[in-house]
């Protein structure tokens, strides 16, 4: 067997030191999340929400009218194990943060510790992956994909380290963790198999010994996968495998979103320091690769190119893949820092983008929570147990980053309010909370865009004999309207049918009148 490279055992870095250093570290990278219960990510309430319901639905009446639980092996469901049972120690929202710190953590020391079994030696280089625990995929709030990378990383480590042990054990570990990851995210399980397949083509391609034993050994290494197949199609997110769309347009995007959150100029002057500093130790030896990451990255590069935009279902399935790469990039990579000059030159520039990106994200979300104080503030104003439909305005352009956390913010009505809203994520195959028979057809189960202001003055002047559309027929069917995107001084759409209750920033909250116009 080849051996791993080993690092220099005069490293300047204890362990003690290492363990002190990395939790500094998560400790300001966590200071974003403790100062914002809910911070501005795009799906992140919509999810909160859902944890609340599962929490509370025994015991709420109101909820218990419209929504039920449909428990199945989905590949979707790590949120949905793990915060409601934190919610029993505290409050929904510490939960959230809770969890998202637990996530950070899971992917850092995941990245650390797989850098670890390639290296033979703990070092302090995967630290610089700190920064990018903010990316364009965390403010889409994509949760439980985010869990599962921290636990492909550890599940790629356990396969390295137990490479050589008895073969059907380490077949058995690896299924186990295959079936793991498939409960966190269906793409959480095509991360682990990418850093699997990139490392067992470089054994293949460069072990001593028999061809055909070889050969059988790499492909009896797939087996864990099959258990896949078997959880997938007996699971209702079978229903969804035609929903798949491939959009060529994109690609950069989805490598940009790496490394840029809300400045542009911040991200170019992470990049531009990490390249600079790279080049600079790799021109003198101090940076290093494994022998098997150019073969990871080739297969990480092809299936990245390869995935489309939608797949079952999920957006952004392409786009997810980068970030991920990246924290697998930063633990195949080694930086020498047994000399005392380097460590502290490494020091210095590891505490440097860690702080400009966290500055960056926390002096942003400390903007964006006027307005997600004042939406708050307008959730008091819902009736308990009151039906709320979501629009969108006409001119509505949500494709700042920063109107992120408006997408789902009026999920916030079913945790203070036992509300029912339409966005909320009820997607047969997707989400185990579904709409009881009775209100099916007053929400979005599907997955779509809410309708628009338009939509509802159309709606709102006609006789309506069928329910097509959620929104039908709104007037004698929902208690209240909530208008995202809007500018100030919006006026009412239907002002017969709709009475101003709220207005912030950038929407406005209306209560139905339950009397038709004359």
Request: glycine content about 6%.
């Amino acid at each position: 067997m080849t051996q791993p490279p080993s690092r220099p055992t005069a490293s300047r870095f204890t362990r003690p030191q290492l363990l002190v250093l990395f939790l500094a570290l998560a400790v300001l990278a966590a200071i974003p999340i403790a100062t914002h219960p809910v911070p501005p990510l795009s799906d992140y309430p919509n999810h909160l929400a859902r944890m609340h319901v599962i929490a509370v639905l025994d015991h709420d009446p109101d909820l218990s009218r419209y929504y039920e639980l449909d428990w199945h092996i989905l590949p979707n469901l790590m949120m949905d194990l793990v915060v409601p049972w934190i919610d029993r120690a505290v409050d929904i929202y510490t939960a959230g943060q809770v969890f998202t710190v637990l996530t950070f953590l899971l992917i850092m020391s995941g990245t650390v510790v797989l850098n670890r079994v390639l290296f033979g030696g703990w070092s302090a280089w995967p630290f610089i992956a700190f920064p990018l625990l903010y990316s364009g995929v965390f403010l889409l709030g994509l949760m439980n994909y985010l869990f599962g990378i921290g636990l492909a990383l550890w599940g790629l480590a356990a396969w390295i380290h137990w490479r050589e042990t008895w073969l059907p054990l380490r077949l058995v570990l690896a299924t186990a963790m295959v079936a793991l990851l498939y409960v966190c995210h269906l793409f959480a399980v095509g991360l682990y198999a990418i850093g699997l397949l990139g490392f067992e083509i470089w054994r293949l391609t460069t072990q001593e010994g028999p061809r055909g034993r070889r050969v059988l050994d790499f492909v009896l290494s797939g087996l864990p996968f099959l258990v896949v197949p078997v959880l997938l199609v007996g699971s209702p997110t079978w229903g969804l495998a035609s929903q798949n769309e491939w959009e060529p347009r994109g690609k950069i995007d989805g490598l940009i979103t790496v490394i840029e959150v809300y400045s542009d100029v911040v991200a170019f002057g992470l990049t531009a320091t990490v390249a600079i500093t790279a080049g600079w130790a790799a021109r003198h030896g101090l940076l290093k690769l494994h022998p098997a990451a150019w073969i990871v990255f080739a297969v990480g590069a092809v299936v990245y190119l390869a995935l489309p935009r939608v797949l079952f279902g999920s957006y952004f399935a392409d786009q997810r893949l980068p970030v991920a790469l990246a924290f697998m990039a930063v633990a195949f990579a080694d930086l020498d820092l047994h000399r005392r000059w380097t460590m502290r030159a490494f020091c210095i520039v590891l505490v440097a983008l860690l702080a400009v990106r966290v500055f960056e994200v926390q002096l942003t979300w400390r903007q964006l929570t006027k307005w997600t104080s004042a939406f708050q503030q307008s959730v008091q104003l819902i009736d308990r147990g009151a039906k709320v439909l979501v629009a969108f305005d006409d001119n509505a352009q949500a494709d700042d980053v920063r109107d992120l956390g408006l997408a789902h913010a009026a999920c916030l009505a079913m945790i203070e309010r036992s509300a029912l809203v339409t966005t909320a994520f009820a997607v047969r195959g997707k989400q185990i909370l579904q709409l009881k028979p009775a209100w099916r057809d007053h929400a979005d189960t599907e997955d779509g865009t809410p309708p628009s202001a338009s939509q509802l003055i159309a709606t709102s002047m006609r006789s309506v004999e069928t329910i097509e559309q959620y929104w039908d027929d709104w007037p004698s069917r929902f208690d209240y309207v909530y208008l995202l995107y809007t500018e100030r001084g919006k006026d009412n759409p239907v002002p017969a049918w709709l009475s101003l209750v709220y207005e912030g920033a950038r929407f406005q909250l209306y209560r139905v009148v339950p009397n038709p116009p004359g």
